[in-house]
């Protein structure tokens, strides 16, 4: 079967070297059964779309929310209403009805003989969410696949994905060359990835941080989930039975992915923003993250909610009022984290702000016994301490002047 698909695939991408129609017609959206196959008729039968282009046809699934459901513990109301003010961190520059929430299954990991069969989103519309699902029936069909999927979407809208900028975007370009004189050109998208943001969020509390983790943050579990990993082997049958059923516990899976990004999105939001209590050691994170991308007041705000600071939180803490001049609270940092990295900017303070090359001294000296009790890689530890060296004797010699 797999070696039966690369062969559809082949003949498909060839296909796309040959002259195409420069103009796409319109978009054609069938319901009334006339000339129906068994295998549309069953998609007809179960509430979808057949939509058709040129000679070829996909499979459209929509499912309307209301604002008063949910998927976890919060309304789709009460997240559009929390997602009106996101931080910058999060903020994308578009009002929530132009963002979608996306994910794709495909039939491998990577490569060009790799191809998207399922793709769909969640999009706020007014009075509710709307969920947007399109089936690849047949791999020859691709052309209309991404003519419909891209003609939905219009040029203007953002991306939330989760590992969607490494995996599911350079797949659709891939797959898009293909077809590409034959359909619209790829927008060009703003793009959210969370699990960026939440490898910095939750850093450090999760062994994996694979999207079904992450549903314990919005108190959502799935029941009877088909693993990821199994969808492939189901788009494979289905290429060979034609049967809509097959592909039940897939097209679930998908949707519960994309209705995840949303509480998922409104999660780190709130955390964020304060809207939201967090331990200590995800304000802690979110103060690292936020001081890493400049956001220095945003920073020192979620410092500050911090109980209990770890070695780290108090050296970046340091780092923080060292760039924001705060000499003296940084010194206070540099000798909470006890590190030899507190104690080489302690350094740097005594020389240069204090003015005193004795106490740089013996903050040298400090650092230089941190390094020595470190079982680190003998070459990193001999760079690190010949650096020590070399500010140690300057430093001797600007006590002895």
């Not at 964020?272 to 705000?301: K, M, Y």
């Not at 001294?361 to 020590?388: F, G, N, S």
Request: hydrophobic share 35%.
């Amino acid at each position: 079967m797999k070696n039966r698909l690369r062969r559809m695939l082949k003949s498909t991408s060839d296909a796309a070297t040959e002259d195409q129609v420069s103009s796409a017609p319109e978009v054609e959206t069938l319901k009334t059964p006339i000339g129906w196959t068994d295998e549309q008729q069953a998609w007809i039968d179960r509430g979808a779309d057949i939509l058709t282009f040129e000679e070829e046809w996909i499979v459209r699934i929509d499912k309307r929310y209301a604002l008063t459901d949910r998927h976890g513990d919060r309304s789709f109301a009460e997240v559009y209403e929390s997602l009106q003010l996101p931080h910058p961190p999060l903020a994308l520059d578009v009002p929530l009805e132009q963002v979608i929430f996306f994910d794709t299954e495909t039939t491998g990991l990577r490569g060009t003989g790799t191809t998207i069969f399922l793709l769909g989103f969640a999009r706020f519309e007014q009075g509710g969410l709307l969920m947007r699902q399109y089936f690849l029936p047949h791999p020859h069909f691709e052309a209309a696949f991404y003519h419909h999927f891209l003609h939905d979407i219009g040029d203007d809208v953002r991306f939330v994905t989760y590992n969607g900028k490494s995996f599911d975007w350079p797949q659709i370009k891939t797959r898009h060359v293909f077809v590409r004189e034959r359909v619209p050109r790829l927008p060009k998208v703003g793009h959210l990835d969370l699990l960026h943001v939440a490898r910095r969020i939750f850093k450090g509390m999760y062994d994996s941080y694979r999207l079904t983790a992450m549903e314990e943050r919005i108190g959502f579990e799935r029941e009877g989930d088909l693993p990821g990993f199994l969808a492939p082997m189901h788009y494979f049958q289905y290429v060979e039975h034609q049967h809509p059923d097959i592909m039940t516990g897939v097209l679930q899976h998908h949707l519960d992915d994309c209705l995840t990004l949303v509480g998922l999105y409104d999660a780190c939001n709130r955390l964020v923003t304060h809207r939201a209590e967090a331990p200590s050691p995800i304000q802690e994170n979110i103060a690292i993250w936020l001081a890493d991308l400049g956001i220095h007041e945003g920073s020192h705000a979620h410092f500050q909610q911090v109980k209990e600071l770890s070695a780290e939180g108090w050296l970046r803490q340091g780092y923080l009022h060292k760039k924001m001049k705060n000499h003296e609270q940084a010194r206070d940092c540099f000798l909470k984290s006890d590190s030899y990295l507190g104690y080489v900017e302690l350094a740097k303070w005594a020389e240069h702000i204090a003015k005193d090359p004795v106490l740089a001294y013996d903050y040298t000296e400090r650092a230089r016994q941190h390094v020595e009790r470190h079982h680190w890689l003998i070459t990193k530890k001999e760079r690190i301490l010949a650096e020590l060296d070399h500010r140690g004797r300057r430093l001797k010699r600007k006590c002895d002047a």
